[in-house]
T-cell receptor
């Protein structure tokens, strides 16, 4: 099955700096890669996603890059703010035999933005 | 707009008691529905998914079961809870292939 590895597990940056989180996946059939932000005690929220026919996508301070050949994708957050502090998950999507798609998640990165 | 409701928010149950967690989606039809469990703030594990009424697929053999009695209702159950069933349970929906999931707010289950 699919295996998604995520690094680093914790990341501490100064406010205003950039943060980068990296993920690799194993199954070349995966073709959709979302990123989620989870605040304490809440469900994960989708913040950005990328499909396999695109190499990069940007939404304000957040960007995601995808290298299909190397099977890795990354989340970039610029001009970090204290409210960016949370756990971030990457995921890779694969079609299920019974229909629908399965997201396999990375193990998460605890991002802390310090003042 | 679409919304997903999950309840209860927290639950403390004794070992051996039954469990029923409910999830409903509004504002869409024929959603794909999912139950995930999250341990220790990390590690989202897919438990069950459903692409239609009465269609349930299990990813991991366990003490739990799922049912979808209506198009936008997904229920997670157990006849007898184990200590190892403790965790944060998340329901999610998606509109189809290559779409992200929208998660509910989760249920924190503690089995004592």
């Amino acid at each position: 099955g699919e295996n998604v590895e995520q690094h680093p597990s914790t990341l501490s940056v100064q406010e205003g700096d950039s943060a980068v989180i990296k993920c690799t996946y194993s199954d070349s059939a995966s073709n959709y890669f979302p990123w989620y932000k989870q605040e304490l005690g809440k469900g994960p929220q989708l913040i950005i996603d990328i499909r396999s026919n695109v190499g990069e996508k940007k939404d304000q301070r957040i960007a995601v890059t995808l290298n299909k050949t190397a099977k890795h994708f990354s989340l970039h957050i610029t001009e970090t703010q204290p409210e960016d502090s949370a756990v971030y998950f990457c995921a890779a999507s694969k079609v299920l035999t019974g229909g629908g798609n399965k997201l396999t998640f990375g193990t998460g990165t605890q991002l802390k933005v310090e003042l | 707009s679409q919304t997903i409701h999950q309840w209860p928010a927290t639950l403390v149950q004794p070992v051996g008691s039954p469990l029923s967690l409910e999830c409903t989606v509004e504002g869409t039809s024929n959603p794909n529905l999912y139950w995930y469990r999250q341990a220790a703030g990390r590690g989202l594990q897919l438990l069950f998914y459903s692409v239609g009424i009465g269609q349930i697929s299990s990813e991991v053999p366990q003490n739990l079961s799922a049912s979808r009695p209506q198009d936008r209702q997904f229920i997670l159950s157990s006849k007898k809870l184990l200590l190892s069933d403790s965790g944060f349970y998340l329901c999610a929906w998606s509109r189809g292939l290559n779409y992200g999931y929208t998660f509910g707010s989760g249920t924190r289950l503690t089995v004592v």
